[in-house]
């Protein structure tokens, strides 16, 4: 299973004032959408065809055009935005560096914090990374998406205890928190309750299409149980929209799959 963190989501304002901040901002948004559609990258970027299959070109071409665009415009907002994008995309140490110098001159930046957590994680930095959101639980204890990232951490580390312990504290604070749903399912397919584990799944997905752990193993646990016909539109969604520089192998395993290969 793919334990990854879900991404910040582009929920602040565009600042109408400023257009070629406001272009940043919605060429972010936009990308951070796209998912893994090129067609769409290459247009935003301002390539005009892409080479075959190849999927590099267009994504270094929309990484170039938003660091052109921050480095003129600097801005923490952006920055922050940026560096999760680039995280998302697998320029995991790019982003880390980028979020530390903005934690140097914003301390208390809570997204900063929180997206620096996650990329610590991903490097591999568990005990940094658990740091991290201490100094945001320390100020805001009952900030979820902190919660749910040390859920998460706890999960990678097969910490189980701990790992419940933040889940259910974020959704006494948010129900609808949808990465807790899908660390419980985890926990829950561990303790070999399938399906508690599967209804935890669908809500997370219900709550955040985006959430490509439970679709990931939402689908793939239906398939294990053979139940291939109510898997195939989780698998399908998931081959479809899942972010290749994490799901690389998963995508092109269950595309194989649904194919018959």
Do not use: C
């Not at 901040?21 to 769409?40: N, S």
């Not at 919660?147 to 933040?166: C, I, K």
């Not at 997905?205 to 149980?225: H, K, Y």
């Amino acid at each position: 299973m793919n334990d990854q963190a879900t991404p910040l989501k582009i929920t602040q304002p565009v600042f109408e004032e400023d257009q070629a901040r406001a272009d940043l901002y919605a060429l972010i948004a936009r990308l951070f959408y796209a998912g893994p559609d090129t067609q769409l990258l290459a247009a935003i970027a301002g390539a005009d065809e892409i080479a075959g299959e190849d999927e590099t070109a267009p994504l270094a071409a929309a990484w170039s055009a938003l660091r052109a665009a921050a480095a003129r415009h600097p801005d923490v907002d952006v920055d922050v935005r940026l560096a999760t994008y680039l995280a998302d995309s697998g320029a995991v140490p790019e982003a880390t560096t980028m979020l530390e110098r903005v934690i140097a001159a914003d301390p208390g930046h809570t997204a900063a914090l929180n997206a620096l957590g996650i990329g610590y994680a991903r490097a591999g930095r568990t005990k940094d990374a658990l740091g991290t959101f201490a100094k945001i639980l320390a100020v805001r204890p009952r900030d979820v998406q902190a919660l749910e990232n040390v859920g998460t951490v706890h999960l990678q580390q097969r910490a189980w205890r701990p790992a419940e312990e933040a889940f259910r504290a974020a959704l006494l604070v948010e129900p609808r928190a949808s990465r807790a749903h899908a660390g419980l399912g985890v926990i829950a397919l561990q303790q070999g309750r399938r399906e508690a584990a599967l209804t935890h799944w669908r809500d997370a997905v219900a709550m955040d299409p985006r959430n490509f752990d439970a679709l990931f193993n939402l689908g793939t646990e239906l398939v294990n149980a053979g139940r291939l016909a109510e898997a195939r539109p989780y698998l399908e969604r998931f081959v479809r929209s899942a972010p290749r520089a994490f799901y690389g192998r998963d995508i092109d395993r269950l595309r194989a799959l649904l194919e018959g290969r």
